[in-house]
């Protein structure tokens, strides 16, 4: 009886943990291009909005072999539901896209792909 207790207590302790954990789920977030995409033409920018505010502390955009594209971005200061990040100019390829933030004191992350033809 003390173990199913113990596993109990240990169980409910856990829970918000892993609430924390999947508060960051890629669902919470618009993207314009929008994940696995495949465009005709290269987007000019990178659009994000999220299901409530947060602080967005980075953002990566990996092309073509894995290269890194620079990007315009500094991590803001305050919390927004959209951000638009201007892109350069891409070429047709893969890409990966890698944000981060905070939201409601929770960390938060997500990963989107698009294609350019």
């Not at 609430?19 to 291009?33: F, K, L, N």
């Not at 987007?43 to 299901?51: I, K, N, Q």
């Not at 990996?62 to 594209?69: D, F, R, S």
């Amino acid at each position: 009886m003390k173990h199913l207790v113990l596993a109990a207590a240990l169980a409910l302790c856990a829970t918000p943990a892993l609430a924390q954990q999947t508060h960051g789920d890629s669902s919470e977030v618009v993207s314009v291009p929008a994940d696995d995409a495949v465009l005709a033409a290269a987007p000019g920018a990178l659009s994000l909005t999220f299901e409530h505010a947060i602080v967005l502390t980075e953002v990566q955009v990996h092309g073509p072999g894995h290269t890194v594209i620079p990007l315009a971005f500094t991590a803001s200061a305050n919390a927004a539901a959209t951000y638009s990040i201007p892109l350069p100019a891409l070429s047709s390829g893969a890409y990966e896209v890698h944000w981060s933030g905070t939201g409601d004191g929770h960390a938060m992350e997500g990963t989107l792909h698009f294609t350019i033809q």
